[in-house]
């Protein structure tokens, strides 16, 4: 798969965004209401969305991995 840099790069931000909105809809739908101060909500929504963005470009970095080495497969034989 041959891409320029700037699809690449398109792609690339394209695939973080999507994985984080994947991981911030999965994180609010856990109930962490039992283990937030009261008053603190806002500090916990900051929390779970600093934890959406590791987790979901963790996530996306591997999904992009995949479909580069997917594309470099050609070059084996």
């Known amino acids: 798969m041959m891409l320029s840099i700037g699809q690449w790069a398109l792609i690339s931000i394209f695939s973080h965004f ?10 609010i739908s856990i109930n962490i209401d039992p283990i ?3 008053g603190r909500v806002t500090e ?16 996306s970095r591997f999904f992009l991995d995949i479909l580069q080495w997917s ?4 070059y084996l034989f």
């Open 18 to 27: 999507l994985f984080v909105y994947f991981t911030w809809r999965v994180l």
């Open 36 to 38: 937030i101060r009261k």
């Open 44 to 59: 916990a929504r900051i929390l779970m969305f600093f934890l959406a963005v590791a987790v979901g470009s963790g996530v």
């Open 71 to 74: 594309g470099e497969l050609v």
